[in-house]
């Protein structure tokens, strides 16, 4: 079974400000990480995910993470937010050996303040 | 490509009623669906592994009786809250998986409230 932890309830952030969102994950067996952004009221859309190959991996809108298996760690960054930035942020972990069962974590409320 | 629909959007219905919800890949045949439940300010917990033929897989502490879930097609499952109660209000949001990718695509979601 995995885990997901994100320390961060909350986060609240100055625009143009950089920000990291923290996820620490726990699993016995080899993972696949995603990040997943919500909107007030909407679904899920993936931000990025890891999968294999380089430990750093590029998203859309301008975020990305790094993967890091001695911390087993998954952090999401962004140099530089914008208003519209702000949303639920759900970190997530999946067995990679073919089940495909996603567990999320608790969810970091990303604050953008103008 | 790789849209997942749900109807309705938002559903209001009474004490003692059945609601059924659809989720469809509009662009894509999904294998599996998943079937998820999000309470105000919490994270998404999943109900139920909904494969195209078979009995859906529902996880521990879910009421398979009261939460129906039928996966008909290749492109559509439908979850059928029984007999729904005040408690039963929530945001009910489908996933689909792509044949292939590990990843999940996620409906928009459907608020139900049950008054």
């Known amino acids: 079974a995995q885990s997901v932890t994100q320390l961060d309830s909350q986060v609240p952030v100055f625009e143009e400000a950089p920000v990291e969102l923290r996820c620490n994950y726990s699993?016995?067996?080899?993972?696949?990480l995603f990040w997943y952004v919500q909107y007030p009221n909407q679904g899920l859309q993936l931000l990025l995910k890891y999968l294999s190959g380089s430990t750093l991996v590029k998203g859309i809108n301008g975020f990305e993470a790094e993967f890091n298996k001695s911390q087993t760690s998954f952090h999401l960054r962004k140099p530089s937010v914008h208003i519209s930035d702000t949303a639920e942020y759900f970190c997530a972990v999946t067995d990679s050996g073919g089940y495909q069962k996603v567990t999320f974590g608790t969810g970091t409320k990303l604050q953008v303040i103008p | 490509g790789a849209v997942v629909s749900q109807h309705p959007s938002w559903v209001i219905c009474k004490s003692g009623t059945s609601v059924k919800i659809e989720c469809r890949s509009l662009d894509f045949q999904a294998t599996t669906m998943f079937w998820y439940r999000q309470f105000p300010k919490q994270s998404l917990m999943l109900m139920a592994t909904?494969?195209?033929?078979?009995?859906?897989?529902?996880e521990q502490g879910v009421e398979k009786d009261k939460f129906l879930i039928n996966h008909a097609s290749l492109t559509l499952s439908t979850l059928t809250v029984t007999s729904a109660h005040p408690e039963d209000s929530s945001f009910y949001i489908c996933?689909?998986?792509?044949?292939?990718?590990?990843?999940?695509?996620f409906g928009p979601g459907t608020r139900l409230t049950v008054t």
């Open positions: 909904s494969n195209e033929g078979s009995k859906a897989t529902y």
């Open positions: 996933s689909a998986t792509h044949p292939g990718l590990w990843e999940q695509y």
């Open positions: 699993s016995s067996v080899s993972v696949y």
